[in-house]
């Protein structure tokens, strides 16, 4: 059973930095792409960023956070990272892991697994 457990949130400043880690566990396929989302509260949850694993697939990121966001993978801990620079109070969301097997999508409907989320709050 696949399992991913975000940790990382917290409440920072506008302009300040987190880093959002993902540990995963129980993935037996080769090749399988992992993703962030976020949702903020009354919006549709959104794709952040995604990485396809086994590949060599180059990261995918949304506009309104290219250039602040990097998602990395640590595959000594098996665990899927997201750098965040020069937070933005829009930035302001439940951030989710996902999990699937292939190739990566847009549609958070395509992800199998998800982790149960870490609230990220930023103030100006």
């Known amino acids: 059973q696949v399992q991913l457990v975000e940790s990382g949130g917290g409440s920072v400043q506008a302009g300040a930095s987190l880093r959002l880690s993902c540990a995963a566990s129980?993935?037996?396929?080769?090749?399988?792409?992992m993703a962030w989302f976020r949702q903020a509260p009354g919006k549709e949850r959104e794709g952040v960023a995604r990485l396809f694993i086994g590949g060599g697939g180059k990261p995918l990121y949304a506009d309104s956070v290219k250039g602040r966001f990097t998602i990395s993978q640590d595959n000594a801990k098996n665990t899927l990272n997201l750098t965040m620079n020069s937070l933005k109070p829009e930035d302001s969301a439940m951030y989710y892991c996902a999990a699937r097997a292939g190739v990566c999508y847009t549609a958070s409907s395509r992800y199998n697994y998800w982790g149960q989320g870490t609230q990220v709050t930023v103030s100006s």
């Open positions: 129980g993935y037996t396929h080769d090749n399988y792409c």
